[in-house]
C-alpha cells in the first residue's frame, strides 16, 4: 500500500468534518473561549440615556456659543445619582463623567474651561453642540444582534455580552474526544513496572492538546491487546456519543497491533492508514457514521505530532474554531541533508541571532520514543518529501509547538 502524503491525509480526514450543531447555555463566567450558537442580542440599550463623557457643567449650547458666558449652578448629576430637575435658559449643572445628562442641556463643557463665580460659572472657551456628551444608544440598542453566530468569546466580546444584560450565553457544545490506549505493556503513572512494562504517557500530552484546541475527553484508560477488552472500550465510547475516537498504539497491522481489525469488526469505516511522514507513519483514519476515528502511533513523540498535525484541526473544525496557526520559517544554523520520500516533523530549539532573528538547531537524537527531547522543543522543523540538501544560513519551514513563541 502507497504511503499517503500528509496534506493528502490531512485534506481527506477534514473534508468529511461537520461542525458539531449541538449547543447548550452557559453562564458568562464559564464562556470564554466558546462559539455562539446564535447571534447575541442586547438586553437593554448602550448608554441608557445621554451621558457625560468628561467631568464639567451640563449646559444649553445656546448659552454659551463665545467665552465669558456667565451661567447659575443649579445642581449635581452625579453616576448613579442624576439631577432631578430640568435645565433652563442661563442654567448648568455640575456633572460628572458617566452621570445622566439632565433635561434641556445638550452640551458639556469641560470644567477647566470654566471659572467659577459666586453661585456659578463664567465660560472659558466656546461650546459646541453635543459636546462631550454620549447620545443614548451610541453603543447598542436594545435587540441589536451585536454579536453573530459563529463569533469566539474572548475577552473583548465576554465584556459587551456583560454590557448587554446577558447573564448567559448560548454556545456550541464541545466536541467530545475519547482517549483509549492499548497494549499489555502499559501501567499508569504511579506504577511499579514489572518485566517488559512501560508506563503510559501518550494519554495525559494528547488530552491536554485536545482540551486546548476545543474538545472535551473522555479518558477509555488503558486496554490490554484482547479483542474483547478494546470492543468493550470502543462500544463505550460509542454509546457516549462521543464525537472522535481516538486509539493510542496498536493501529497497524503486527502479530500484536489488535486495534485497526478490531475496530474494522465493530464496523469502522476504514479510510486510510500509513502516512508518507516520520514521526507517525501508522496513523489510520476511520469513522463510525459521524463519529471520526484517529488511530495514533504508540510512541509518545509519533502520538504527539500526529496529534498537533491530525487531531488538533480536525478538532478545531469540528468545534467551529478558526485553525491554530503554527507555520513559520526561521533561518536555519546547521545544514540540513536532503529528505527521502517521507515528510520529516525534526525536533528543534530556537534562539535569536546577535541581530535580532530567530534561529533553529535541530536536536542530534531524534528517536520517536525520546519525550524528553520533545519536551525541550520549541518547533518541528518540517523537511518535505524529497527536499534538497539546505545549507546553513538558508531559511526554513518550521511547525511552533508553542504558537505564541514568536509574537
Known amino acids: 500500500m502507497n504511503l499517503l502524503p500528509v496534506a493528502e491525509a490531512l485534506s ?27 447571534d447575541l442580542k ?21 448659552d454659551a456659543p463665545e467665552p465669558g458666558a456667565v451661567l447659575k449652578v443649579i445642581g449635581t448629576s452625579a453616576a448613579g445619582h442624576g439631577f432631578g430637575g430640568r435645565v433652563g435658559k442661563g442654567e448648568a449643572v455640575r456633572i460628572f463623567t458617566g452621570a445622566p445628562v439632565p433635561p434641556g442641556a445638550d452640551s458639556v463643557l ?24 454620549r447620545p443614548r444608544g451610541q453603543d447598542f440598542v436594545e435587540r441589536e444582534a451585536v454579536l453573530s453566530a459563529g463569533t469566539v468569546l474572548d475577552f473583548s466580546r465576554l465584556t459587551v455580552a456583560a454590557g448587554m444584560n446577558r447573564p448567559d450565553v448560548e454556545v456550541l457544545r464541545r466536541p467530545l474526544i475519547a482517549i483509549l490506549a492499548t497494549g499489555d505493556e502499559l501501567l499508569p503513572p504511579g506504577s511499579t513496572p514489572g518485566p517488559s512494562q512501560i508506563i503510559a504517557s501518550n494519554t495525559f500530552g ?27 472500550a470502543i462500544d463505550k465510547a460509542r454509546d457516549a456519543k462521543v464525537d472522535v475516537i481516538v486509539t493510542l498504539g496498536g493501529a497497524s497491522v503486527g502479530d500484536h497491533d489488535l486495534v485497526q481489525a478490531t475496530l474494522i469488526e465493530a464496523g469502522m469505516q476504514l479510510d486510510f492508514w500509513r502516512i508518507a511522514m516520520r514521526p507517525g507513519k501508522p496513523l489510520m483514519v476511520g469513522s463510525f457514521g459521524e463519529t471520526h476515528v484517529l488511530g495514533l502511533p504508540g510512541n509518545p ?41 517521507r515528510q520529516d516533523y525534526i525536533r528543534a530549539r530556537l534562539s535569536k541571532s546577535a541581530a535580532g532573528g530567530w534561529l533553529v538547531e535541530p536536536f542530534d537524537k531524534q528517536d520517536s520514543s525520546m519525550m524528553k527531547t520533545f519536551a525541550r522543543s520549541d518547533c518541528l522543523i518540517i523537511r518535505p ?18 504558537p505564541d513563541l514568536l509574537v
Open 42 to 62: 442586547a438586553g437593554l440599550t448602550q448608554p441608557p440615556f445621554n451621558a457625560s463623557a468628561m467631568d464639567g457643567y451640563a449646559l444649553r449650547c445656546e
Open 206 to 232: 494528547v488530552a491536554a492538546l485536545a482540551r486546548r484546541a476545543g474538545a472535551d475527553v473522555l479518558d477509555l484508560g488503558i486496554v490490554p491487546d484482547d479483542k474483547a477488552r478494546i470492543t468493550a
Open 12 to 38: 481527506r480526514l477534514l473534508s468529511r468534518a461537520n461542525p458539531v450543531a449541538a449547543s447548550e447555555t452557559l453562564p458568562l463566567a464559564e464562556a470564554e473561549g466558546r462559539v455562539l450558537a446564535v
Open 301 to 341: 513523540v509519533s502520538s504527539l505530532v500526529c496529534s498537533l498535525l491530525f487531531l488538533e484541526p480536525l478538532i478545531r473544525k469540528l468545534a467551529c474554531l478558526p485553525p491554530v496557526r503554527r507555520e513559520a520559517m526561521v533561518e536555519a544554523t546547521v545544514t540540513l541533508r536532503a529528505n527521502d520520500h
Open 385 to 402: 518529501p524529497h527536499a534538497p540538501e539546505l545549507p546553513a544560513g538558508a531559511p526554513c519551514p518550521v511547525m511552533l509547538l508553542r
Open 110 to 133: 469641560l470644567q477647566e474651561d470654566a471659572e467659577k463665580t459666586d453661585g456659578g460659572i463664567k465660560t472659558n472657551f466656546p461650546v459646541r453642540q453635543g459636546q462631550h456628551v
